[in-house]
């Protein structure tokens, strides 16, 4: 019997992915970079700190990196505020946890106040017993520290929490933990079916599925 289900938020709950996996270029776009693309390309396996430095370095952009980075979480909280929605029967998914007395959990690398933000303006943020960040964790979901977290908080044993996750990595570092993986299809990551066979105790395209 689920005790403690704890969320991953982008890509699982939210339907933000695309904005995670394009918000660099939008947000040069919107500064009036000409060859945001080209940049955006250059920067791509550097941190969002690192890549301002590179920004500020190859245009005539009148801000510090500092500033730039500033700025494009403020950016990024507009989008949050303003342009992501839940996925399909999120919603109703965790009405029905929350009723059955399960512990809910949020686990994610979304700063705290986009987090906050971003929950109260789709209507789950009052659904949610614990919510955490890495950046509070001081570890990377590569680590399995933010789950084991939620899993203290909830006060279960983990054989009775289920982790839901959209990224193979977070699953795999879930998987590797000991906890019960639910993956969540989302068209911004690929899992094979191999990969889905090891790591995945079930694998969901909607929360629907779960509703049944």
């Known amino acids: 019997m689920m005790k403690a289900a ?47 430095e590179y920004v500020v370095a190859h245009t005539d952009v009148a801000m510090t990196a500092a500033e730039m980075f500033d ?15 839940l996925k399909p029967y999120v919603r109703e998914y965790l009405t029905r946890l929350s009723e059955a007395g399960v512990h809910i959990s949020l686990a994610t690398l979304t700063d705290r106040n986009m987090v906050e933000a971003v929950l109260k303006k789709v209507g789950i943020w009052e659904l ?60 911004w990551q690929e899992l094979s079916e191999d990969f889905k066979a090891k790591y995945c105790d079930r694998f969901i395209t909607g929360f629907d599925q779960l509703l049944k």
């Open 6 to 52: 704890i969320f991953d938020m982008d890509g699982t709950l939210l339907d933000s992915m695309w904005m995670w996996r394009t918000v660099l270029v939008r947000y040069l776009e919107h500064l009036g970079v000409e060859n945001a693309a080209e940049l955006n390309e250059a920067v791509f396996m550097m941190d969002f700190m690192e890549a301002m």
């Open 71 to 85: 700025d494009m979480k403020a950016y990024i909280l507009r989008i949050y505020e303003t342009q992501i929605e």
């Open 128 to 187: 949610f017993d614990y919510v955490v960040t890495v950046a509070e964790i001081g570890a990377m979901k590569s680590e399995p520290d933010i789950y084991e977290d939620c899993l203290a908080h909830a006060g279960c044993e983990k054989k009775d929490a289920v982790v839901f996750e959209d990224a193979a990595y977070c699953i795999e570092t879930a998987h590797n933990a000991g906890f019960v993986c639910y993956a969540v299809e989302d068209p």
